[in-house]
């Protein structure tokens, strides 16, 4: 059968860009991806340490100040991506990431000038979409430009920038939330500025050259492509033959339905499933684990310690992630990074000591830190250029129920069953997603479209 000529030049502009083994843009684009993920984990953390105070100012219940404050946010998490993203996949990536970033600032300046609950659910609802979307394009777009060789190691670099935001946001949230009665106002305006930078910046980043070519603006694409080669010459290294790549150009249906046709829905499944029960857990510990601890003969002050000093695990983790992230298979990565989960998850539930509970959000931090990108990047590459950001959405999207359904299970756990098994089981649950990851395809060091081919 006679190939047509539009996805033959489609699939050898493609091939060119696989033979790149080198991010072949300037670093302070990748700067400029981590500033918007800096933000987006800045934002992830900074709601459950605020929570304390703005629960006394509002005179909340705890199920009400959850509920608004993080099932909220959840649910427009959930909109927000898998909108915005099926978006992206019609329309590209850049745009829809800068609008992303202008959501999140509108939401967090929103948080900040809250005036009762009502207000709040509302911004955190809209601080939400544009969180999950963000986290969807960032992990979407770099895989789309980055070399298969070097894909792992350069969206891990980029989140260790972001990782940051998870890092130094308890230390701000320490100097600000006991110490000023608009301390947590303060938390939530430092954010939308930060947002509001990196979606300027954003853009000026060029489209995903992988996306032009799907949907036919091929010079666009070339151009794209001849730039890198030319920026990759320039610094003296020489790029190998194009490999043969073969593209499947149809695009017709609306991108979500291609999930639901063969492999994909498999894949969907076991991602969506996958992302529920770390999510489970790992929401229910940022959101909760402060207040609960607190609520254990432990300030408030001394709890947020707890987690700033823990949290150094975040880039730590992130570190260790980057020299080993293309030399293992993700899913192998995965499990290893749930197993050391659990034991932070363990340790904190034995409540022995400051040091020891300080210890536990130390290895939480670090299997956070080992864990978010790498499982980012997994999703993102089994899912084909034409649905890469819906696939993502829904995977993603669906398994925020996970943490949903985990912020507000974690207090009745432990009123129920106890500290120890509450905070035992939401150890279990990241290790549950560590296992049903190593049912998922190779990807590491793979093309993108023979992963998700």
């Given at each position: 059968?006679?190939?047509?000529?539009?996805?033959?030049?489609?699939?050898?502009?493609?091939?060119?860009?696989?033979?790149?083994?080198?991010?072949?843009?300037?670093?302070?684009?990748?700067?400029?991806?981590?500033?918007?993920?800096?933000?987006?984990?800045?934002?992830?953390?900074?709601?459950?340490?605020?929570?304390?105070?703005?629960?006394?100012?509002?005179?909340?219940?705890?199920?009400?100040?959850?509920?608004i404050a993080l099932a909220v946010g959840l649910i427009g998490y959930?909109?927000?991506?898998?909108?915005?993203?099926?978006?992206?996949?019609?329309?590209?990536?850049?745009?829809?990431?800068?609008?992303?970033?202008?959501?999140?600032?509108?939401?967090?300046?929103?948080?900040?000038?809250?005036?009762?609950?009502?207000?709040?659910?509302?911004?955190?609802?809209?601080?939400?979409?544009?969180?999950?979307?963000?986290?969807?394009?960032?992990?979407?777009?770099?895989?789309?430009?980055?070399?298969?060789?070097?894909?792992?190691?350069?969206?891990?670099?980029?989140?260790?920038?972001?990782?940051?935001?998870?890092?130094?946001?308890?230390?701000?949230?320490?100097?600000?939330?006991?110490?000023?009665?608009?301390?947590?106002?303060?938390?939530?305006?430092?954010?939308?500025?930060?947002?509001?930078?990196?979606?300027?910046?954003?853009?000026?980043?060029?489209?995903?050259?992988?996306?032009?070519?799907?949907?036919?603006?091929?010079?666009?694409?070339?151009?794209?492509?001849?730039?890198?080669?030319?920026?990759?010459?320039?610094?003296?290294?020489?790029?190998?033959?194009?490999?043969?790549?073969?593209?499947?150009?149809?695009?017709?249906?609306?991108?979500?339905?291609?999930?639901?046709?063969?492999?994909?829905?498999k894949r969907l499944a076991l991602f969506a499933s996958m992302w529920?029960?770390?999510?489970?857990?790992?929401?229910?510990?940022?959101?909760?684990?402060?207040?609960?601890?607190?609520?254990?003969?432990?300030?408030?002050?001394?709890?947020?310690?707890?987690?700033?000093?823990?949290?150094?695990?975040?880039?730590?983790?992130?570190?260790?992630?980057?020299?080993?992230?293309?030399?293992?298979?993700?899913?192998?990565?995965?499990?290893?990074?749930?197993?050391?989960?659990?034991?932070?998850m363990l340790l904190i539930a034995s409540l022995a000591n400051d040091?020891?509970?300080?210890?536990?959000?130390?290895?939480?931090?670090?299997?956070?830190?080992?864990?978010?990108?790498?499982?980012?990047?997994?999703?993102?590459?089994?899912?084909?250029?034409?649905?890469?950001?819906?696939?993502?959405?829904?995977?993603?999207?669906?398994?925020?129920?996970?943490?949903?359904?985990?912020?507000?299970?974690?207090?009745?756990?432990?009123?129920?069953?106890?500290?120890?098994?509450?905070?035992?089981?939401?150890?279990?649950?990241?290790?549950?997603?560590?296992?049903?990851?190593?049912?998922?395809?190779?990807?590491?060091?793979?093309?993108?479209?023979?992963?998700?081919?």
């Amino acid at each position: 059968m006679r190939k047509d000529p539009k996805t033959d030049r489609a699939a050898k502009i493609l091939s060119r860009l696989d033979r790149i083994p080198v991010w072949a843009f300037p670093a302070s684009f990748l700067a400029i991806i981590g500033l918007g993920y800096f933000f987006t984990f800045f934002d992830i953390t900074n709601i459950g340490l605020a929570m304390p105070a703005i629960a006394a100012q509002f005179g909340l219940t705890g199920s009400e100040s959850l509920f608004i404050a993080l099932a909220v946010g959840l649910i427009g998490y959930i909109i927000g991506s898998y909108l915005i993203g099926s978006i992206a996949d019609r329309r590209g990536r850049i745009k829809m990431m800068a609008l992303t970033m202008a959501l999140t600032a509108i939401g967090s300046f929103g948080d900040a000038l809250a005036g009762g609950v009502f207000t709040l659910a509302l911004w955190r609802f809209i601080t939400g979409m544009g969180v999950g979307a963000s986290l969807n394009l960032v992990s979407t777009y770099l895989g789309e430009l980055s070399p298969p060789g070097r894909r792992g190691r350069i969206a891990v670099l980029t989140f260790l920038i972001g990782i940051m935001g998870q890092a130094v946001t308890p230390f701000v949230a320490f100097a600000l939330v006991p110490n000023f009665l608009i301390g947590w106002r303060i938390l939530f305006a430092i954010g939308g500025s930060v947002a509001a930078i990196a979606g300027c910046l954003m853009l000026i980043l060029p489209e995903s050259p992988r996306w032009l070519a799907l949907h036919g603006r091929l010079d666009e694409a070339e151009n794209i492509v001849g730039s890198m080669e030319k920026f990759t010459a320039g610094k003296g290294i020489r790029l190998p033959r194009p490999q043969k790549t073969e593209m499947d150009a149809s695009r017709g249906r609306f991108p979500t339905a291609y999930l639901f046709h063969r492999k994909y829905a498999k894949r969907l499944a076991l991602f969506a499933s996958m992302w529920f029960f770390w999510y489970f857990g790992n929401y229910a510990f940022l959101g909760d684990a402060a207040t609960i601890i607190s609520s254990h003969g432990i300030t408030i002050a001394n709890s947020i310690l707890f987690f700033a000093v823990g949290a150094v695990g975040y880039p730590v983790g992130a570190v260790v992630m980057l020299s080993i992230v293309d030399r293992f298979e993700r899913k192998h990565m995965i499990f290893v990074s749930s197993a050391i989960w659990l034991c932070g998850m363990l340790l904190i539930a034995s409540l022995a000591n400051d040091y020891v509970i300080m210890f536990g959000t130390f290895l939480a931090s670090f299997a956070l830190g080992l864990y978010l990108q790498i499982a980012y990047t997994y999703t993102a590459e089994s899912y084909p250029t034409r649905a890469r950001s819906s696939g993502f959405a829904l995977s993603d999207g669906l398994g925020h129920l996970g943490g949903a359904i985990g912020a507000l299970a974690l207090p009745i756990m432990v009123s129920t069953l106890g500290f120890g098994a509450g905070f035992a089981a939401i150890g279990i649950t990241g290790l549950v997603a560590g296992t049903i990851a190593l049912s998922g395809p190779r990807s590491s060091g793979l093309a993108l479209e023979k992963v998700s081919g």
